[in-house]
């Protein structure tokens, strides 16, 4: 695991020869060692054809490629910053989320009206996220960003999860999500405009969610 938490705003991470890692451009703070920093031009791992995909989604978020020997400290606008080890699942996350991540990660792009159809486009609009989100799949370390802590809650068959879509982050594994509605929910226990939706995320995996509704 490359990052290391020094508190809840601020990750360590350990720069190896030969490895790469790919951050947020400005969120580096401070670094020990012979480490460079340089912009990533193609899109990260995804290579050419990635980047021109989240370039299309409005996920352009720029990253720089982090190489070298040594420690990184990483921060940005002084968001709490979530941890995301994967074992060989995908994470899909906005991509003005991502802080830092392994560059082992394989990276791409998702249509969300692929996950619940007209419903998932929807959800774009109502959450004020993309209709895509970047996805980040394999064995490796994710840093994520959020307003006011992040919670991780875990999703299995029979046991759905309901979430403000403004307090969404991210989720990991074979989880469908689909955007209902439930009049007055908004307004009786939820928190923001009075629109009446509900994220509904099913299958088997984890959401993270955020103690907030404003975005980054």
Known sequence: MPFREINSKMVEATVIPGQKMFSQRGA?????????????I???????????????????????TVEGSGTVMFGHGGHHIQVINLAGDTLYVE??????????????????????????MVRGQVSGQGLFTTTLKGHGAVAVMAHGGVIELPIAPGRDV??????YVAHHGEVRNKLSTALGWRD???RGSGEAFQLELSGSGAV??????EKL
């Open 28 to 40: 580096m703070l401070a670094y020990r060692g012979e480490v460079s920093f340089t912009p990533n």
């Open 42 to 64: 193609q899109g990260g791992q995804g290579g050419v054809m990635s980047m021109i995909g989240r370039r299309m989604a409005n996920e352009a978020t720029p990253l720089m």
């Open 95 to 120: 991509a003005d989320r991502l802080l830092a991540f392994d560059g082992t990660l394989q990276q791409g792009t998702m249509f969300m009206g692929s996950q619940g159809g007209v419903m998932g």
């Open 162 to 167: 309901h979430v403000d879509p403004q307090a």
């Open 188 to 190: 009786m226990v939820g």
């Open 208 to 213: 993270y969610v955020q103690a907030s509704e």
